[in-house]
C-alpha cells in the first residue's frame, strides 16, 4: 500500500467541484484524492459511512490533500435510493454524537430552519431571489417554520442525491462528497430522499424503518425540509450552469407541494 503522494498521478474526475481526482500510483493501485474536503473523513470511515481515508497531507500552497480507498463499483441510479442500506447509512450518520462533537469542535454552527432560509437567500443568485415563484415558497417557508430542538441537531450530509452514493461490487454502499455537511435537523436529509426518490405510498413505511413516527407532526416537517431540498438543489444545479435541471427541480417543487395540498 503506497502511504504519500510522491509519484501520484492525478485525473481530474468529472463533478461540480473540480477537486475530485483519480490517483495512480506507479505500480497501478488508485485511490480517490479531494482537495479541501471536510476534516472528519476519517470519523466517517469509521462508522462505516464513508470509504476508508488513507492519507491527509497539508500541500505547500496551504490546500489540504487527502486519499481514500478506491472503490470499484458504481454510483446508485435513483431507483437504487429504495435500498434499506440507504436508511441504515441515515440513521447511524444522525444518530452518531461523536460526528457531532467534531463538528462543533471545528466551530460548526448549528442552523435552525429559520437559519437555513436565511443562508439560502444569501447563496442564490439574482436571478433566483427575483423568481416570483420561489420567493412566494421562501415567504410561505418563513411563515412556517418548524419546531427545532438544538440539543437534538445531527449531522445531515447535505446533499444525499443518489449521485453521491456508490455501492461496491461487495454490495457495500457508501456516501461521498462531504463538502456540504452541515449541523441541524436530521430531517433535512430524510426529506430529500423521500421528496426525490421515494413514492408517496412507501413514506410510512420509510419512515418506520428509519425511526419515525408517522403522524402530522412528522408529517408537517417532512413538507417543510421537502420543499427546502428542492431550493437546495435548484442552487446547486444552477451554481453548475445546469438550466434544464433548474426547472425540473422547480417544476418537481410545484408537484411535491400539490401532492401535500390534496
Known amino acids: ?19 475530485a ?14 482537495l479541501n474536503t471536510t476534516p472528519i473523513l476519517a470519523a466517517l470511515a469509521k462508522e462505516q459511512i464513508a470509504p476508508q481515508l488513507l ?12 486519499a481514500q480507498e478506491w472503490l470499484d463499483g458504481r454510483i446508485l441510479t435513483k431507483q437504487d435510493m429504495n435500498s434499506k442500506q440507504v436508511v441504515q447509512i441515515l440513521v447511524r450518520m444522525h444518530r452518531s454524537k461523536a460526528l457531532v462533537n467534531q463538528l462543533l469542535q471545528l466551530n460548526f454552527k448549528i442552523e435552525n430552519p429559520y437559519d437555513l ?46 449521485s453521491n452514493w456508490v455501492i461496491t461490487t461487495s454490495g457495500m454502499i457508501y456516501l461521498v462528497d462531504w463538502d456540504s455537511v452541515r449541523l441541524t435537523d436530521r430531517m433535512y ?16 413505511e420509510w419512515l418506520a424503518l428509519y425511526g419515525y413516527k408517522y403522524n402530522e407532526k412528522v408529517m408537517n416537517k417532512l413538507y417543510w425540509y421537502g420543499q ?9 444545479c444552477f451554481d453548475s450552469r445546469d438550466m434544464e435541471h433548474v426547472n425540473q427541480e422547480i417544476y418537481e417543487l ?8 390534496k
Open 55 to 66: 492519507w491527509a497531507k497539508r500541500m505547500g500552497n496551504g490546500d489540504m490533500m487527502s
Open 117 to 162: 432560509l436565511v443562508d439560502w437567500e444569501k447563496n442564490a443568485p439574482l436571478q433566483l431571489q427575483e423568481n416570483s415563484y420561489l420567493q412566494l415558497v421562501i415567504k410561505e417557508l418563513k411563515r412556517s417554520l418548524p419546531e427545532f430542538r438544538s440539543d437534538l441537531a445531527t449531522i445531515v450530509h447535505g446533499d444525499v442525491c443518489h
Open 189 to 204: 436529509d430524510v426529506a430529500y430522499v423521500l421528496s426525490h426518490y421515494i413514492p408517496r405510498v412507501r413514506w410510512q
Open 21 to 34: 481526482y483519480m490517483g495512480t500510483y506507479p505500480n497501478g493501485e488508485r485511490v480517490f484524492v479531494k
Open 254 to 261: 410545484r408537484k411535491f407541494r400539490e401532492t401535500f395540498r
Open 1 to 19: 500500500m503506497a502511504g504519500t503522494d510522491q509519484e501520484l498521478q492525478l485525473t481530474l474526475l468529472k463533478g461540480n467541484s473540480g477537486q
Open 228 to 236: 427546502f431540498s428542492y431550493l437546495s438543489q435548484i442552487i446547486k
